[in-house]
Nanobody, 121 residues
Framework: QVQLVESGGGLVQPGGSLRLSCAAS????????MNWYRQAPGKGRELVAS???????NYPDSVKGRFTISRDNAKNMLYLQMNSLKSDDTAVYYC???????????????WGQGTLVTVSS
């Protein structure tokens, strides 16, 4: 089994910054893609950042230039640096992993439990 645990959420004022972390652990696995998603109250889940095994990144226009995704492959860590935060960024943020389990010899898709980010004055 592979688990994802997010941390770093909290309350921040508009214009402020937060850094989210996601720790991946468990039985031996390979990571292909790791993403950050968010879900605001009453809305569907939205992809906010994606990073491939090779380090290629992708962002929707809503966060481009403000959010930066990065990963530490040696530590199995994923990060999301969020700057110039707006009230519209208020949501539960989820970490997602797509990869391969060497223990179970099958593809993996794993979600974290989420961390709440509230942008408010």
């Amino acid at each position: 089994q592979v688990q994802l645990v997010e941390s770093g959420g909290g309350l921040v004022q508009p214009g402020g910054s937060l850094r989210l972390s996601c720790a991946a652990s468990g039985s031996p696995f390979r990571i292909n893609v790791m993403n950050w998603y968010r879900q605001a109250p009453g809305k569907g889940r939205e992809l906010v950042a994606s990073i491939t095994e090779g380090g290629s990144t992708n962002y929707p226009d809503s966060v481009k230039g403000r959010f930066t995704i990065s990963r530490d492959n040696a530590k199995n860590m994923l990060y999301l640096q969020m700057n110039s935060l707006k009230s519209d960024d208020t949501a539960v943020y989820y970490c997602y992993l797509k990869g391969y389990s060497y223990s179970f010899l099958r593809n993996l898709e794993v979600w974290g439990q989420g961390t709440l980010v509230t942008v408010s004055s």
